[in-house]
């Protein structure tokens, strides 16, 4: 129940087209979901979060898919670049005493020139 | 502002050493959480601290241990290392309590190499 599962695990777009990124839950217990970027050397950086009394939110070429009723949450990159290509991770946030994230297991994209 | 920053970069140990990572959170944030990220893996949680008090421990053996110092910096030790404890550990802070869901923003991380 404490396992986000993430997926696809790779993916290759071309600069333009759009990159789909889809993650789902268990335990109705998580409270907050944010996206994370991640370049190799560097520490996982937030690109965008939601809670789920929220069904969408866009920021920039970023927006995330909510879906309660079915536990599972995506994230879309508009228009991607090369620039964008990075590791991206999921995570979950279960309320109470612990801002612990639960993180799903990455997806690492390459956008095509 | 500086953003989290961790010490040192890289770190080489032998198997049975014990090792001290250290984290310095951004100015005024006083919540600093450690996370374990195995190469091709997503970071897993082993601490959080808050006001120099544990607030969350993962499911991590008792060889890690922690502490938060009164300026909010923080201290991962590791002991009697082991070859899977090859790792990136990256430290976490954000500005409030741990029932907040603030925006945890990581530092660069430190990479450990068992051998």
């Known amino acids: 129940q404490q396992q986000v599962k993430q997926s696809p695990q790779s993916l290759i777009v071309q600069k333009g087209g759009i990159s789909i990124i889809n993650c789902a839950y268990e335990?109705?217990?998580?409270?907050?979901f944010p996206w994370y970027q991640q370049f190799p050397g560097k520490g996982p950086a937030l690109l965008i979060a939601?809670?789920?009394?929220?069904s969408e939110k866009k920021e920039g070429r970023f927006t995330i898919s909510f879906n309660k009723s079915a536990k599972q949450f995506s994230l879309h990159i508009m228009d991607s670049q090369p620039g964008d290509s990075a590791t991206y991770f999921c995570?979950?946030?279960?309320?109470?005493?612990?801002?612990?994230?639960?993180f799903g297991t990455g997806t690492l994209l390459a956008v095509q020139p | 502002d500086a953003g989290v920053t961790q010490s040192p970069t890289h770190l080489i140990k032998t198997r049975g050493q014990h090792v001290t990572l250290r984290c310095s959170p951004i100015?005024?944030?006083?919540?600093v959480s450690w996370y374990q990220q195995v190469l091709g893996q997503g970071p897993q949680f082993i601490f959080q601290?808050?006001?120099?008090?544990?607030?969350g421990r993962g499911n991590f053996p008792d060889r890690f241990s922690a502490r938060q110092f009164p300026n909010y910096s923080s201290e991962l030790n590791v002991n009697a290392l082991l070859l899977g404890d090859s790792a990136l550990y990256l430290c976490?802070?954000?500005?409030?309590?741990?029932?907040?869901?603030?925006?945890?923003?990581f530092g660069p991380g430190t990479r450990l190499t068992v051998l």
């Open positions: 995570a979950a946030r279960r309320g109470g005493a612990t801002n612990k994230l639960i």
């Open positions: 976490a802070s954000s500005p409030d309590r741990p029932l907040s869901t603030d925006t945890q923003y």
């Open positions: 601290y808050y006001e120099k008090e544990e607030r």
């Open positions: 939601i809670r789920p009394d929220v």
């Open positions: 335990n109705t217990a998580f409270d907050y």
């Open positions: 100015s005024g944030h006083k919540s």
